[in-house]
């Protein structure tokens, strides 16, 4: 029970901080006042109200008596009512209403329901109360006439409920707004925090965050932005210690290739310049895939112009794009573009053509690169993002690599907060499916 009730709540309430706070703040001060306008509605409006129809239900009985017993004095009877009551007070002789104009609901018409019903009987009244704006009219079967009354309002219901209301509700009104203004700025810093993470989360460098709000969003704020500078140090360290060893080992493999051009037995030259040219390969590679992390500007990308450049330079018409309209996302454009050219220099190294198709929901891209193709078997699809990982069999991604190519483009796609999947192409290739947020 208390489960499908905490379940039931935890649907309801709204999901965000602001909203919910906005609740615990407001909830209390609108049941305050509906409880204070109730208790007075109860104990001193309805109260005063029954009075004051009862005194006019008296003088409305008192009318009808006086006119069965004198009716030679009606008129001096009329007129003091009229001056002194501001009654209006007409006799005639017709049919009384069939159809009631009271209203079922309103809290004056049954106050005087139960007035006229207990002082002249049932069926023996008529009264409307929404006939006219400022003046009741009132109708009693007298014999064979009908005895018309206009009275004021003011007689029937007290006229300083609205007032009431307007004071009871303008203060809770203010009090609400004033509670806006002060939770918008104790959750600001709150939103603040979590965009910055969400930038940090997808490799964006957060260079401008400054810690506010309150001791506590300030604390928690003030740790993540030290978090954050320990990464980008970590981050910058590594690659400017993978640089140092590349400008390092790059001298003495210059030499050994001009020592090897003087060599006499130019089949042990080429050997060994093969081994060196492979050296400097991985030796790339291995800073490649260290500086995935660069400290590159997040910047608006147009896919469409980025895809465009692709094509122009892989220069192949083995390769063919699908991209249905311009979508804008906000990402590292040096970064994603190496990630989608190694997809596709992949396809295009083990297969005749690739296919890419750019797709676009609600939120997110999706980018399909599929070829044609051997493939690569389902049980090693999640080997080949591992780095230094490489395939013996008739596919490999890196076959003249150091098995760094998908743990790059994994690494790249993952900072800017999408995923990577590989999957079985319709040419019976490789798919691979790129989704990035926007």
């Known amino acids: 029970m208390f489960f499908g009730l905490n379940k039931f709540i935890k649907v309801v309430l709204p999901k965000r901080l602001f909203y919910r706070a906005l609740i615990i703040v407001a909830a209390p001060t609108i049941i305050l006042q509906l409880i204070i306008t109730i208790v007075f509605y109860d104990s001193i409006w309805i109260k005063a109200n029954k009075n004051s129809t009862r005194a006019l239900v008296a003088q409305l009985k008192t009318v009808q008596e006086v006119y069965q017993n004198d009716k030679k004095n009606l008129d001096f009877l009329t007129d003091s009512y009229k001056n002194n009551f501001n009654f209006e007070i007409g006799i005639y002789q017709e049919k009384f209403p069939d159809v009631s104009g009271e209203r079922r609901y309103s809290p004056m018409d049954r106050s005087l329901r139960r007035e006229l019903k207990s002082a002249f009987g049932n069926k023996n009244y008529w009264f409307s109360t929404s006939k006219y704006k400022n003046a009741v009219e009132i109708k009693i079967k007298s014999e064979n006439d009908v005895i018309e009354f206009l009275v004021p309002k003011e007689m029937v ?17 203010v009090l609400i707004i004033i509670a806006l203004i002060f939770l918008k700025n104790q959750t600001r810093p709150l939103v603040k925090l979590a965009k910055a993470a969400e930038r940090f989360g997808k490799g964006d460098y957060v260079n401008d965050f400054r810690p506010s709000g309150a001791q506590e969003i300030r604390k928690a704020a003030y740790e993540f932005d030290r978090m954050a500078k320990r990464i980008n140090r970590h981050l910058n360290q590594r690659s400017e210690m993978l ?3 590349s400008h390092d080992l790059r001298t003495p493999l210059t030499r050994l290739k001009l020592q090897l051009a003087m060599l006499k037995q130019k089949d042990l030259s080429e050997k060994m310049s093969k081994d060196i040219d492979e050296m400097e390969k991985m030796l790339n590679d291995y800073l490649q895939y260290a500086k995935t992390q660069t400290q590159e500007q997040t910047s608006d990308i147009q896919l469409q112009k980025l895809f465009e450049e692709i094509y122009s330079n892989l220069n192949t018409k083995n390769l063919s794009i699908n991209l249905s309209e311009n979508i804008i996302l906000k990402g590292r454009p040096v970064a ?29 891209v999706l980018v399909i690169v599929e070829d044609d193709g051997p493939g690569i078997p389902e049980d090693q699809y999640k080997n080949v993002f591992k780095p230094f990982f490489r395939l013996d069999k008739s596919r490999s991604l890196n076959n003249s690599g150091v098995g760094l190519g998908l743990a790059i483009v994994e690494d790249i796609i993952n900072s800017h907060g999408g995923s990577i999947q590989l999957g079985k192409s319709k040419y019976k290739g490789l798919q691979v499916k790129i989704s990035l947020p926007f």
């Not at 219901?157 to 009104?173: E, G, M, N, Q, Y």
């Not at 053509?353 to 997110?364: P, T």
Request: proline share 2%; charged share 20%; glycine share 6%.
């Open 243 to 245: 640089s140092g060893i």
């Open 157 to 173: 219901a007290a006229s300083s409920v609205r007032l009431f209301v307007l004071w009871t509700t303008l203060p809770s009104i």
């Open 336 to 364: 994603l573009r190496r990630s989608f050219e190694n997809v596709i220099q992949n396809g295009l190294a083990y297969g005749k053509r690739v296919f890419v198709e750019i797709q676009k929901s609600s939120n997110r």
